[in-house]
């Protein structure tokens, strides 16, 4: 199901599910700010669709500010991203922390892919990927020539996303260098 599909759903649900009189007794204005209101969450959902969840959690409190007829519908949709995305991301990011501080170096790397599944867009599980990359490398270089590689790809991923990012671009000309 597409993003505007949704909101043809939920104006359909509106119209069949008991509240078609409610529908008719709605003013042209109302009926128009439940349609702005839909674009604005197909906007939101299309964040979710592209992983952008914070984005698409704050574009979520913004429509509940602006929608007070609809909040809780933009909120609860902010609240499950924050619980069952942000929250999953961050968990597999500290587990892949953790096992970097107990030198478990592929189990870490595991957590780190985990983390940027969920969520494509975390800095630091992008860079933190890298470093884990760099230092298998460093721990045997001719045992494990790809991970150089993998690293610098990693690195060369997160300027693309952040262009501005210097210990990335660091990374990159040091690992160059090795």
């Given at each position: 199901m597409n993003i505007s599909e949704h909101v043809?759903?939920?104006?359909?649900?509106i119209r069949t599910q008991g509240c078609d009189a409610l529908w008719h007794r709605l003013s042209d204005e109302e009926r128009e700010e439940f349609?702005?209101?839909g674009r604005k969450m197909d906007e939101?959902?299309?964040?979710?669709?592209?992983?952008h969840w914070q984005n698409a959690a704050?574009?979520?409190?913004?429509?509940?500010?602006?929608?007070?007829a609809f909040?809780?519908?933009?909120?609860?949709?902010?609240s499950?991203?924050?619980?069952?995305?942000?929250?999953?991301?961050?968990?597999?990011?500290?587990?892949?922390?953790?096992?970097?501080e107990t030198r478990q170096y592929n189990k870490a790397l595991q957590y780190f892919d985990l983390a940027l599944n969920v969520d494509r867009n975390m800095e630091n599980a992008m860079y933190n990927l890298g470093m884990t990359h760099k230092i298998v490398y460093?721990?045997?270089?001719?045992?494990?020539?790809?991970a150089k590689i993998s690293a610098i790809d990693t690195f060369k991923s997160l300027l693309k996303k952040n262009p501005r990012h210097a210990k990335a671009a660091a990374q990159?000309?040091?690992?160059?260098?090795?």
């Open positions: 043809k759903t939920w104006t359909g649900q349609e702005i209101f939101a959902l299309s964040m979710e669709l592209d992983h704050d574009r979520y409190k913004f429509i509940a500010e602006e929608f007070p909040s809780d519908i933009a909120i609860a949709r902010a499950h991203i924050i619980t069952e995305k942000i929250n999953r991301a961050i968990r597999y990011y500290n587990q892949g922390v953790r096992s970097v460093i721990s045997e270089p001719g045992k494990n020539p790809l990159i000309e040091q690992l160059k260098g090795l």
